[in-house]
């Protein structure tokens, strides 16, 4: 067991160092530009932002790859043995993400006292966030993908079998991307709420430091409530992990609900501040009910998927679009309904910029429970690299059986998790875009009835639709090399199916490594370089226009791809579960085909697209005094 | 073979005399609505576009019938017999299409000399067209998957084989679907853009008639072009298919430019404004161009999805789904290009207004060859049927060979058609969105900086989406019904495999048409009551946003879908022709998941959408003076 924990970590270790190589470039090109054109504040910042996503993703990787083998020791005694470590290196992750954030965040403004300079630390986080979770989902999606396709479906071996030559790469990818994307990813929403308040707060209320303390206390107790919280999740019975979970979020929400009250009210004297921060609590929630509705397979969108399978792959595929993009419908009603409430509780009908600090506000109090909620998320990954570990180790099946426990529900939380993220990424960037206009220098007309800013909205909408073109892309063309040396290795290399040969795990690494290198790059830019062609090309209002268009498009495309990806997901586990035929019948092969499609929707394409919207939208706020 | 082709159109009149029952309830209800809401004038306006697309329907679908069986007895001696009846009763079609649209919109403008008189028959005919797409849409998709999932997927019988149950409701669907619903989701198009450009004249040049004659003028130029560039459509040697429709359209085209730089001189005196129609043309043609590039089999994106098939049908939709997304890239920078220029030739810098009188003018020069695009793009499914008939009647296999070969090209063509449809729909619903926010009483604060107009972005957004989800969701469960029955006969009925007893075409009918009548009213209503929903609900400029969301996106989904599913079908047909494997092989079954995929893709949801955002920008300009 610890020499393939071993493997894994270094694999991780390798990736992450040469990931790191290539941002090192990036971010000194870009501080240069920063520097050149701006200042050497807003520049500082920039690479302490880097430095914090990327410490971010590095710790969680860590522990997360020292968790995975002992909460496979552990699952060997009990499931309350094993969700206890798995959950507290979720937690890990959670705080040092929200530490780092809040920290950064809070030091920068105490120092510089600038909401200009907070945007280059927010730059910083997010662009490294950005390739971290592009590349990271490239990595592991290939992995998955080429592991999967040949080695369940092809040679009809099990998942994680340690003769399928891509099993230590696709162990590698939970961590380098479920867990090293994801906590980079979740640093900068979170980033990205604060800085967005923070900025909307010296707009709206000139002088008084309370408006920007606020969300910067709120992040405060939100951590402290999460952790709080965290001492709460224990299981009992092996039934009640879903509600050992759940008791968690429902503590740290109260807690943060009470400090939200005690803040408003001392801060600032007003409560309609509370409802405003309540309104982005509660429509977090609602938004991850929606996402279980329609990825749990107790419900009836992914029953309606396994039915649709018993037709084939096509009407498998078919179902899950439908799912996917039906699944929009509430999500966007919700926010919407945040942003009119906020707005209004923000005293939007006075001040138009006290209403949007109100949304903002919003997104905020919608992050605030993330130190607990992250974790849940992260230890999806945990529990399936546990699975791995155990599986590869020749542990009892029903070690495997109680990981599987912890990984399946793992994945309707992944769900929720994203939700929150996209939620909040909408109303964040809709905040900075806001600000946008008010830092910009000169803002001519920017009513829709103008064709340029159409045109704006046009291109902006374009945007989420090549990016995850080229996403989805590079994930098809790395999956397929894998395969093809997954294949190769099952002929060439004599003896791996007796298990007299072992197959050769590093050249799979090898693949997947320059694949999401390579591949990350382009996706990058297209956000970097985007809203300065359209602001410089077009104006400032042509890029308001775009920023618009890219966060309704990438709102939309982000929520269809997460949970068409979870549905899928969970309706092949359904099946596999002993439902509709069960295993190895040609409903469970029709099923495994949308699971492989929703693997880059639900892990490389559609998380990228937050990140996307708050890149796009920082960018803007730093060029903002050049234009 | 006659004995088949009576079967067919028997079920296509059958199938077209319940739809328009349906339809007339609808006619009759909302007519009521407009009459008592409104006034006497603009429901008559709306009864009579509503019979016009009809109307068009019905005559394309008639001659499609006669024409297909004439086809396959002309295919017996050669590809040059039978292309001129395909094609002229295509012409038939195109011809009644633009016919009676440019005579709707013109008696109108003569007897009451009212733009808003004519947005009622804008109104009549697009919800029809609406309807009928939708309707035929899932009619002809679900026997289409449903007998190709089983028949040749399952049972391994050739296409149209007449031992499969669904193969007549198959054949009946390319007429309903194919054939009479394009007809009259053209006619929209077409009737959208002359109505954008006679509303925006009267707005634009007040009390300058020949602002208005222009565009009738052109469209009435464009349809003479149309039918001399008919009579250049003819092939000499079997290998110049592409060429001699290509030559037709040529001819036509330059007639075109002809006569507007003629009219634009003459009655304008503004060459300016012959710029704006060329930029329409031009952007047009452009559009066509990128459609052929990404769904030829002679390009490279093809070819991907090809060599993604060979790793499984998850690669080739993952690959077909990425080749989709990207294909938007450059429609919306030639859309983009052209609402910029367009806008600038109308003087857009002097008044908003004319400049967008520019635009909508360009959206007329589109689709002024209209009259011979969708000749070609209609000779399509008569060829397909053609083939059918061959196929079933047990003619000669050279038979079927050329009819595919007209066929092949058809999904070339096809996909460069609804581009064109596309394309223009985007530019006129815009002009009709300006429209809107002249004619609409009071207009408050219309900048996107207001969360208002973000909250009807985000709804407008949405609703391609949610649309969608239906329409395929419909397809996916109507064409699973259809696998159950046609395997039901497979296994009830003994005998069907060796041909001595005959299958239950009936009941394979009767799924069809009770899914497309049951399924098509959910999508419908959707699109006409949200723009009352939000006009009403949240005001007028919440209203612009919304239609701006809503055609942004959609203007994105349907250009992915059609590029998607033609794509998919062209890779398909590449590896039945030989390459990769061919028939038979699993590199063919994983291209076939794609292939069924994108049948939804791009002959239900996709060409659906231009006709959603034309529907609701009518709503919005007919509701206009209440709001």
Request: glycine share 12%; charged share 15%.
């Amino acid at each position: 067991m610890n020499e393939i924990a071993q493997a894994i970590s270094e694999g991780a270790n390798a990736y992450l160092r040469r990931q790191y190589k290539v941002l090192a470039i990036f971010v000194i090109v870009v501080g240069a530009l920063i520097f050149v054109f701006l200042d050497g504040e807003t520049t500082i910042a920039f690479v302490y932002g880097a430095i914090s996503s990327g410490l971010a993703g590095f710790i969680g990787m860590r522990v997360a790859t020292m968790a995975n083998v002992r909460t496979s020791q552990a699952a060997t005694e009990s499931i309350a043995k094993a969700l206890p470590i798995a959950f507290m290196s979720g937690s890990v992750l959670a705080l040092s993400v929200t530490g780092l954030g809040l920290l950064g965040v809070s030091v920068l403004y105490y120092i510089f006292n600038d909401p200009h300079v907070i945007h280059g630390f927010g730059l910083g986080a997010s662009s490294i966030a950005l390739f971290a979770r592009v590349g990271g989902g490239i990595y592991t999606k290939a992995a998955d993908v080429g592991a999967d396709l040949v080695g369940k479906v092809e040679s009809n071996i099990p998942e994680d079998d340690p003769r399928n030559p891509a099993v230590i790469a696709d162990n590698v990818g939970d961590n380098v991307g479920d867990v090293s994307g994801m906590g980079a990813d979740l640093t900068e929403s979170y980033v990205g709420s604060l800085i967005a308040a923070l900025t909307l707060g010296a707009l709206a209320y000139t002088g008084k430091a309370e408006a920007l303390l606020l969300p910067l206390m709120l992040a405060a107790s939100g951590i402290v409530a999460s952790v709080v919280g965290s001492f709460f999740v224990r299981v009992r019975k092996e039934s009640s992990l879903h509600k050992a979970l759940n008791i968690g979020v429902y503590v740290a929400s109260i807690l943060v609900i009470g400090a939200a009250f005690y803040l408003t009210t001392q801060l600032m004297g007003d409560i309609n501040l509370f409802y405003a921060i309540l309104t982005g609590l509660v429509a977090g929630i609602l938004i991850g009910q929606i996402a279980e509705y329609y990825t749990s397979s107790k419900f009836k969108p992914t029953k309606d998927i396994v039915t649709a399978s018993e037709t084939g792959g096509a009407t498998n595929i078919i179902a899950g679009l439908s799912v996917g993009m039906q699944s929009t419908v509430g999500p966007v009603l919700v926010v919407s309904a945040t942003i009119l409430l906020a707005f209004r509780f923000g005293h939007g009908f006075d001040s138009l910029i006290s209403g949007i600090y109100g949304i903002s506000l919003a997104a905020v109090g919608m992050l605030s429970t993330l130190g607990i909620t992250l974790a849940i998320d992260a230890y999806g990954p945990v529990a399936d690299n546990a699975g791995g570990i155990a599986e590869m180790a020749g542990l009892p099946e029903n070690v495997r059986e109680r990981t599987d426990e912890l990984d399946a529900l793992g994945n309707t939380t992944a769900a929720i998790g994203k939700g929150f993220a996209i939620g909040a990424a909408a109303l964040a960037a809709l905040s900075l875009m806001f600000a946008f206009s008010r830092t910009v220098g000169t803002l001519g007309d920017t009513s829709l009835i103008n064709p340029r800013l159409i045109v704006g909205l046009y291109v902006g909408a374009m945007l989420p639709f090549f990016f995850s073109s080229l996403t989805m892309k590079a994930v098809g063309k790395a999956a397929m090399e894998m395969v093809q040396e997954v294949r190769r290795q099952f002929k060439e290399i004599p003896g791996i199916m007796e298990r007299t040969a072992k197959p050769d795990y590093k050249r799979c690494i090898d693949i997947s490594t320059s694949a999401a290198l390579k591949q990350m790059i382009a996706p990058g830019l297209i956000a970097v370089s985007m809203p300065i062609i359209v602001g410089f090309g077009l104006g400032p209002e042509a890029l308001i226009a775009m920023l618009a268009g890219a966060i309704a498009c990438g709102f939309l495309m982000a929520v269809m791809m997460a949970n068409a990806g979870g549905a899928w997901d969970n309706a092949k586990k359904y099946i596999e579960s002993g439902h509709a035929g069960g295993k190895g019948t040609p409903t469970h092969a029709a099923a495994v085909t949308g699971d492989t499609v929703g693997d880059p929707f639900k892990d490389t394409s559609g998380p990228s697209l937050n990140i996307l919207i708050n890149v796009m939208a920082l960018v803007a706020l730093v060029i903002a005094p050049l234009l």
